[in-house]
Nanobody, 119 residues
Framework: QVQLVESGGGLVQAGGSLRLSCASSGIIFSTDVMGWYRQAPGKQRELVATITSGGSTTYTDSVKGRFTISRDNAKNTASLQMVSLKPEDTAVYYC?????????????WGQGTQVTVSS
């Protein structure tokens, strides 16, 4: 079983920076795909960024050039560096691991960390 705990959220002014961390209670497999999602009030949860074992990354268009996802398998952690934050980045941010074992896919979520960007 994998339990994920996010940290690093908080209140920041527009233009500021935050670094979110995701710590896993279990081992993160090198083949796991790790990702960050967010959910703003009244909106659906959306993908922010993903990173594969090989370091390939994807970002939603609205955060490209501002957010950087990274992972450290040895430390069982993932991070999301966020700069030039905007009020529209305000949301609860969730860490997710997608693990494929043979033909079965498992998804693990953290409980989220609040990011609030004031204008």
């Amino acid at each position: 079983q994998v339990q994920l705990v996010e940290s690093g959220g908080g209140l920041v002014q527009a233009g500021g920076s935050l670094r979110l961390s995701c710590a896993s209670s279990g081992i993160i497999f090198s083949t796991d795909v790790m990702g960050w999602y967010r959910q703003a009030p009244g909106k659906q949860r959306e993908l922010v960024a993903t990173i594969t074992s090989g370091g390939s990354t994807t970002y939603t268009d609205s955060v490209k050039g501002r957010f950087t996802i990274s992972r450290d398998n040895a430390k069982n952690t993932a991070s999301l560096q966020m700069v030039s934050l905007k009020p529209e980045d305000t949301a609860v941010y969730y860490c997710k691991i997608v693990r494929r074992v043979v033909s079965t896919t498992y998804a693990y979520w953290g409980q989220g960390t609040q990011v609030t960007v004031s204008s």
